[in-house]
């Protein structure tokens, strides 16, 4: 069956840096395309960047310039780079792979 497991979130001071990463299973990952999603308390889910299977990618504009995308196919495994986090960046991010496959999600948290 299908498997997302998201892992890499914790706590983090404004300004550092994470990176996450999404281990697939279950499915002929280098053909499908797999997005971020994030949800801070008490707002909707959100879309935060995408990579295609031919690894193009799409980012939100709260995303562009500091956060990255990317795919490396013989592991199965998506990562999002998170650099000059800001406090905004706080949610549970989760990643998710055609319409209704999704991990469990990891906490990301931006703080002093």
């Known amino acids: 069956q299908v498997q997302l497991v998201e892992s890499g979130g914790g706590l983090v001071q404004p300004g550092g840096s994470l990176r996450l990463s999404c281990a697939a299973s279950g499915f002929t990952f280098s053909s499908y395309a797999i997005t971020w999603f994030r949800q801070a308390p008490g707002k909707e889910r959100e879309l935060v960047a995408t990579i295609t299977s031919a690894g193009r990618t799409i980012y939100a504009d709260s995303a562009k310039g500091r956060f990255t995308i990317s795919r490396d196919n013989p592991k199965n495994t998506v990562y999002l780079r998170m650099n000059s986090l800001k406090p905004e960046d706080t949610a549970v991010y989760y990643c998710?792979?055609?319409?209704?496959?999704w991990g469990q999600g990891t906490q990301v948290t931006v703080s002093s």
């Open positions: 998710r792979m055609g319409t209704q496959y």
